[in-house]
């Protein structure tokens, strides 16, 4: 069992920052916080060591912090690193004057990082964070809570301290959580949490898009009594990565004996795997051929798969069927074929009818209409196909001089966007949002299209409850996910725009619409219970439970920390299985996503109560099955991928930069501590920079013209590693002008002399920082630029030359900076 309790952890390198950290240098203002030795030596008349069998907290602060930085620099007053976690002793329990349970831990855990030299030294390091006495308030009957703590900081590239103060740090959610009062000691397990203002300051507000922190297991002396069933909600059980490629089309479906399906799309191959339902054992992956993207369906109750598999020349589609289990995918079927291309595919659960929505060909005299149809299979194969009203007959008012008709999807665009759904009798929705010009000159969006196969009357008609919601054109809607009767719509922004539906009686109605909710964003998936509430995933690491009456979260549990890019292309990645919910996360392994997944359960017929929940001390070994590596947690990139140069000269690429993967937006921030790059089987002439990832090429003069591939090694200090490429278009020398003497006439032989040009030296400008060759304008014009002097090309070549050449300067000195 690693541990280490005291001291420093790790030796401190000069760290790879960005432009702006660097033209701010690394002040350090004379204000409290700079002046305090917390976190760099240990505090006097504080207990350093303790017994194996004192109880404690484990907290590890931000897993994805501490992956990003390298982890702690300094452990003090008892606190020891175990297992990649922090282990905090038990100081004391009480209560304050709410009635609230106050235990109190002890501990310091300390930050350094992008220190100046080689060595750590408050003031001269552009992070320094300390958290210390973590102290929990909380009433377990309500299920809420406070983490307090006291915390040292200085503001990262600003050099703002915050000075030693203790802080409201984070929010606890104990409905999450589970525990264990078997004995006299209590422990809590699972408790999540989210950054307060405060907490949020101390990381910089690094985290304000998502501001999970890692989940709380903590032991204290005494019995918490509460209910036997109570008001608690869903907590995260386990989440796993699964040995596929995260693609286009994700679906997740439950198998009849509660494992579950995983589905994707790779380039035109379906691909799956059965994962148990406790996610112990995982399936060998299966393939299936299909389209660039493509749609799915399941049967749970006899396990069958079915897919679509477009050709082309004439545009058909087969629908295909296999039955699936644990040893992978049987014989497909062919179920039917259907004519033109399908932009919607959905399956009827009460009866087993299969829905495709299919475009077919333009007539030859139309620009941009799709006649569609939309085919029924019955569950004994027979289909039948009827036509649906055209563009104007849905938008009676539509200009479609303007219009280019989406109303029925499109045929290039299919499978991770489809919107067609099943609803309670035999009708189906489909939603496909996009600009519907009118002759009046406005531009509103489209309304989700009611089809109804079985009508003696039109077959379609739009859902004109849901015109409030598409006033708003600053975002479209393209999810949807139902349970036949509630409806939820939406869109994959993290300022999402998003509406509840209601069907019943063949009438839709929308009790909820808000343009941009405080919780309800960045959706990565959506589906029911039974109770027709709302269960959402979002990107930002949480998932809700919402009445779709309100809007209403009603109850809201942690995830795991692998969710960012998960709302992508809105797949239907949340499902329900038996009482638990299932949901497919992202894990990057050597810079390609993988996919993983989650399980939410609610508690047992004894609530919160697991007497298997083991009591935490500062001998306990934390169970981290699931532990990220940083390779997991950042994504190493160039900001600019891609390099020009002249065969013979040399370019040079910025530094690499990172992106903490747990977070919504897309950072350009310094490299992990401990952080290597090298190159990997890397082109003659090409060289690195082994603490920034600055990569330099120098083709030779005889290299051809095109593109060369720079493969980087990312490595890690945990033993992780990725590959990033940088793309170096290379352009060929220009040819050495040679001038020859002028022809002589003579009557007779006589010796001739010739003179041979002088050898031209051509030097290579060093490169700046933004990778140019440094040459401004009349240093080119009159020394050369990429080796060529204009005015010598005019001597040369004429006026021509000198125009041409003056344009090939321009583009590459000026135009492409």
Same mark, same amino acid.
């Given at each position: 069992m690693p541990r280490t309790n005291s001291g420093r952890l790790t030796r401190i390198g000069l760290a790879t920052v960005t432009a702006i950290s660097v033209s701010l240098g690394v002040a350090a203002p004379a204000i409290a916080g700079v002046d305090d030795t917390i976190g760099i030596t240990p505090r006097p008349g504080v207990t350093q060591e303790y017994a194996d069998s004192t109880l404690a907290l484990e907290w590890e602060i931000r897993d994805s912090f501490n992956n990003y930085t390298g982890g702690a620099t300094h452990l003090f007053d008892g606190a020891e690193l175990v297992d990649g976690t922090f282990l905090w002793p038990y100081k004391s329990t009480g209560s304050d004057a709410e009635g609230n349970t106050v235990v109190q831990y002890g501990g310091t855990v300390n930050y350094m990082k992008y220190c100046e030299g080689d060595e750590p030294v408050r003031g001269g390091c552009q992070l320094d964070l300390t958290v210390a006495d973590p102290k929990i308030v909380f009433d377990a009957a309500e299920g809420t809570g406070t983490l307090y703590a006291t915390v040292n900081s200085r503001v990262y590239l600003t050099g703002e301290w915050l000075g030693v103060e203790e802080v409201a740090f984070a929010k606890l959610d104990f409905k999450a959580g589970r525990y264990n009062n078997q004995t006299d000691t209590t422990t809590w397990k699972s408790v999540a949490g989210s950054l307060l203002e405060d907490g949020q300051k101390a990381f910089s507000n690094f985290y304000t898009s998502n501001p999970y922190i890692s989940s709380l297991s903590f032991s204290y002396p005494g019995k918490t009594e509460l209910s036997g069933s109570g008001d608690a909600g869903y907590s995260l059980a386990e989440s796993i990565q699964l040995p596929v490629k995260a693609g286009n089309s994700e679906r997740l479906y439950g198998l009849s004996d509660g494992s579950v399906l995983y589905v994707t799309n790779e380039y035109g191959t379906g691909k799956g795997v059965v994962v148990s339902h406790d996610l112990d054992t995982v399936s060998d992956t299966f393939e299936?051929?299909?389209?660039?993207?493509?749609?799915?369906?399941?049967?749970?109750?006899?396990?069958?798969?079915?897919?679509?598999?477009?050709?082309?020349?004439?545009?058909?589609?087969?629908?295909?069927?296999?039955?699936?289990?644990?040893?992978?995918?049987?014989?497909?079927?062919?179920?039917?074929?259907?004519?033109?291309?399908?932009?919607? %595919?959905?399956?009827?659960? +009460? /009866? $087993? &009818?299969?829905?495709?929505?299919? *475009?077919?060909?333009?007539?030859?005299?139309?620009? #941009?209409?799709?006649?569609?149809? %939309?085919?029924?299979?019955? +569950? /004994? $194969? &027979?289909?039948?196909?009827?036509? *649906?009203?055209?563009?104007?007959?849905?938008?009676? #008012?539509?200009?479609?001089?303007?219009?280019?008709?989406?109303?029925?999807?499109?045929?290039?665009v299919f499978g991770a966007t489809s919107g067609l759904r099943a609803l309670n009798d035999g009708t189906y929705l489909y939603v496909y949002d996009h600009a519907v010009p009118r002759k009046d000159g406005s531009v509103p969006g489209a309304l989700p299209v009611h089809i109804t196969p079985a009508n003696d009357g039109a077959k379609a008609s739009l859902v004109e409850a849901f015109t409030p919601a598409i006033e708003d054109r600053s975002h479209s809607f393209r999810g949807v996910a139902t349970d036949g009767t509630n409806i939820g719509i939406y869109n994959d922004y993290s300022n999402s725009n998003v509406a509840f539906l209601k069907y019943e009686n063949g009438e839709f109605t929308m009790p909820y619409h808000a343009e941009e909710p405080e919780k309800l964003v960045s959706i990565a998936g959506m589906t029911f219970n039974s109770a027709g509430q709302a269960l959402v995933a979002s990107a930002k690491n949480y998932f809700m439970v919402v009445d779709p009456a309100t809007g209403t979260v009603l109850q809201e549990a942690s995830l795991s920390g692998n969710m960012k890019g998960t709302e992508k292309n809105l797949p239907l990645a949340t499902v329900m299985v038996g009482n638990d919910v299932f949901i497919v996360d992202r894990r990057e392994i050597e810079y390609v996503d993988y996919a993983g997944l989650q399980r939410l359960e609610l508690p047992g017929a004894e609530g919160q109560y697991n007497p298997d929940i083991a009591v935490v001390n500062m001998g306990h070994t934390p169970d981290k099955p699931d532990s990220k590596s940083t390779a997991d947690s950042v994504d190493a990139y160039f900001e600019d991928d891609t390099l020009e140069v002249t065969a013979g000269e040399s370019v040079t690429s910025a530094g690499m930069v990172f992106d903490e993967t747990t977070t919504t937006v897309r950072e350009a921030a310094a490299a992990p501590e401990g952080t290597e790059f090298s190159l990997i089987g890397a082109p003659d002439g090409a060289s690195i920079d082994a603490k920034t990832g600055a990569v330099t090429y120098t083709p030779s003069a005889d290299t051809a013209a095109g593109e060369t591939t720079i493969s980087v090694k990312v490595s890690f200090k945990d033993g992780s590693d990725e590959t990033v490429d940088l793309t170096v278009k290379v352009s060929a020398a220009a040819p050495t002008t040679t001038s020859s003497p002028a022809p002589t006439t003579t009557s007779s032989p006589a010796p001739t002399t010739t003179s041979s040009p002088a050898p031209t030296t051509t030097s290579t400008p060093a490169p700046t920082p933004d990778g140019s060759s440094g040459t401004g304008f009349l240093a080119g014009l009159f020394n050369g630029f990429h080796g060529i002097s204009l005015l010598a090309l005019a001597s040369y070549g004429g006026i021509l030359s000198l125009i041409v050449s003056l344009f090939h300067f321009f583009n590459l000195s000026i135009f492409r900076r």
């Open positions: 299936f051929v299909t389209t660039n993207a493509t749609d799915t369906a399941f049967d749970s109750a006899t396990n069958t798969l079915y897919w679509v598999e477009q050709k082309q020349d004439p545009a058909t589609a087969v629908i295909r069927g296999a039955t699936v289990s644990s040893s992978g995918l049987g014989a497909s079927t062919e179920i039917a074929t259907i004519e033109g291309s399908v932009s919607g %595919f959905s399956r009827d659960s +009460s /009866d $087993g &009818t299969l829905g495709v929505l299919h *475009l077919l060909p333009k007539p030859e005299d139309s620009v #941009d209409d799709y006649p569609a149809s %939309f085919t029924t299979i019955a +569950s /004994d $194969g &027979t289909t039948t196909t009827v036509e *649906l009203p055209d563009a104007t007959a849905l938008y009676p #008012d539509v200009d479609p001089e303007q219009h280019y008709n989406e109303v029925y999807g499109s045929p290039y």
